[in-house]
């Protein structure tokens, strides 16, 4: 579970968005602290950006006092109590004094940037002052310090803490300034000592750039920081388990015994659950609910409990065995395209037999007048005897009889407003019946009236389990006013289908935001996100147009606005950047805008790109030479073989020396291969046939055959990946053009494995990139021997397993199914796409047209 997407889950029912439009109660605003609402001083300008308001003072004529563009920073953090007497002492120093600041404006903001999954390189940030050299940096330090004394607030992991204050320091940019680091994306920046621009690290540790010497005041500040260390204590640190905004956890040996332990860490002020509570509150809740349930065989038996520095420590018993979740990639029958009876009934009976264990688990706790409250299959360890299972994690526990609401909850776990109490459990207990046979219940947050559509899958696939096993859990499930399963058009009744799609998705437009145009991916809140092929309007306007739509000329309209110019930091690439606005633009008959778009990506540092489809130069190099074709401009052909020339190069030299690498069409070495096919198809050079047959090579050596099913899928080491964005179907997809020039039995041999991987019964998401719509499109394309109409009819009925409404129409959730997705890579665009490639065999991803078929 990605815990990046809980927090953009918040602000709206269908889709993922911003914090910073959350409101407090049904339409009104969310509120702001007193000191956002002040009026701007006289000589000042203020901007929201993201989640800051800043304030920069304005010189005579009205344009931003200069100051330096990078130095060393002050933040202050701060809690709910504090942030408003922060707030306004800092504006009250700052402005008199003409000092540039900035401040998370509302508490709804600062709560979020502090709960359990916030980023850690952000957390506690609350304020932040740009001093204009270290002399105002140390005066600033000590007097604003002086009027915060007492302050409290969360530890800025990645800064140098002032004394004993709410004040921090880090070196950093001012301005916002981009370079492309080693791995080839493009990042925030800073000069090093010879005036380069190079990353920014934000790490989760305070760092001095090696060209930057620490100021003598902070010496001090650094050695006390220095102080606190695990030596003295009783435990052994082996590992670190698990990293959250709220602390670690950690396994460990007590050195008096040889116990295995695990230590839980809590942070003062960070963590927070969604009642206010911070780490250290949830870990003494935790605590305390261990204890009354101690004894019971369920649970870990606490050990100890002490501070180290700020920071408190729960420390257990090591419980033996593994996590629920882990036993789906070993054991799920259906991860193989023809499930044999006798496994399907195999794991119908163990599944229902822990299914049962976990219900005895959690009656024993109720028992003892303790509610569990984040039941889920990370949170139950099964023994190694696979009969017994334990509970962990109870730091969202409470006393039955407070009859209280959940405050911390997995997404597919997540109890509805309605339940209280022990009825939390009782939730998650039905949720879980059907997790184990189809994990994907998270699509309840959207709607619980998916719930009967998924009992009659499980029905269908596992037809051993229980009917009144099923019933009762849908009963649970879908208890309370207003869940109804809403009737849609099925993916495969097309071209009802793909008509319903295409309402949803213009229904869904939003042309007057700026930030994007479709609601998607996170990804699209980053710098750009909103413009590009894979989350943006780019991809969307793309999918429409393949699919014969009825051409959104307002869309196109806003396209075109938001990309003149495009906003700092868009990255360069085609599926997350410009190229791939480019290629669109050109497509839907923009080809100036498309011409001045790379104009402008060539007068960047493009050469230093990674070789990747993504966002390196294999995407960008299959753009120039689309662009060359069209438009017979001589200096784009040139560049696209200037591109080829130095992807060709990377191939030649070593791999670098490292435990796994990336593979797969958009980030591995697949990209690279089909950029190398198509220039050969353009002009003919032998030796770039052969470079792409390299690179196809390193891919295939990043893959394994699955044992379950046989499939050949990309190995990242702790999972094994099918999908076309990242796994072995993208390399399939370039295997097949590859094999059409030339025959090869290594390829042959791997295409049939992938075939297999993209055949699979079950698959976590519909995405595009991710998910099963991938595997639809692959399938419709492949000229693999063994492909069969069947295998492709299949994977498009399943997709229906994820279909969801929107205003009464055909959509799918994204990516973690947390909520609806309109874009390419992840939602209903990306299916469209898949579907109609599949349907009319017309549509295509750029640069992978329907390959030729056997005459």
Known sequence: MDKRYEVYALADRHFYDTPDRLAAAGERAAPLFATARREVPRGWEAARIGDWLTLTPLEADGSPVSGPAQGWKIHASATRENAERIAATVWDYCVPRRIPFKFVPGPHLLHLRNTKYARRDTSGKFVTVYPADEEQLHRVLRELGDLLRGCEGPYILTDLRW???????????????????????????????????????????????????????????LAARNTTTVGELPYRIEKALHFSNGGGVYAGTDTRDGRQVVLKEGRPHAGLASDGADAITRLEREKAALERVAGTGVVPEVRDWFTLGEHRFLVMDFVEGRPLNSFFAERHPLLTPDPDPGAVARYTEWAVRVHGAVERAVEAVHARGIVFNDLHVFNIMVAPDEESVFLIDFEAAAPASENGRQVVAHPGFFAPPDRTGTDVDRYALACLRLALFLPVTTLFVVDRGKAAHLAEVVAEQFPDVPRGFLDEAVAEITRGPGVTAPALVRPGDWPGSRDSMVKAILASATPERDDRLFPGDIAQFSDGGGLGLAHGAAGVLYALA???????????????AHS????????????????????????LGHRRRALDLVEGILAEKWHHLSSDLNGGLAGL????????????????????????????????????????????????????????????????????LEAAQTALRRDLECCVVQQSGGGLEVDEGWRTL???????????????????????AEFEKARAGILTAASSRFYAQPGLFQGRAGMILHLSRTTAPDATDGRLAEQIASLGWYAMAYQGQLAFPGHQMMRLSMDLATGTAGCLLALDAATTGTARLPFLPPPRRPS
């Open 621 to 688: 190099g299959l753009v120039l030479g689309h662009l060359a074709d069209r438009t017979g401009e001589s200096a784009l052909d040139e560049r696209a073989a200037e591109a080829a020339d130095i992807v060709v190069r990377r191939l030649a030299e070593p791999l670098p020396d490292q435990p796994r690498r990336r593979a797969g069409l958009l980030r591995g070495s697949s990209g690279p291969a089909l950029f190398l096919l198509r220039q050969y198809e353009r002009v003919g050079d032998a030796r770039l």
């Open 163 to 221: 004394g004993e204050g709410p004040l921090y320091v880090r070196y950093g940019a001012f301005a916002r300034a981009f370079t492309v680091d080693e791995r080839g994306s493009l990042v925030p920046a800073v000069r090093d000592g010879e005036g380069r621009l190079v990353p920014d690290r934000r790490a989760p540790s305070f760092q001095v750039p090696e060209w930057v010497t620490l100021p003598g005041f902070l010496e001090p500040h």
């Open 722 to 744: 099918p999908y076309l964005g990242d796994g072995s179907a993208g390399i399939g997809m370039v295997l097949d053009d590859l094999l059409a020039h030339s025959a090869d």
């Open 564 to 587: 003149d110019p495009p906003p700092a930091g868009t990255p360069l690439g085609l599926y997350d950047g410009l190229a791939g606005v480019a290629l669109v633009l050109d497509r």
């Open 546 to 560: 393949e699919t014969g739509a009825e051409r959104y000329e307002e869309g196109e309209r806003w396209l075109l």
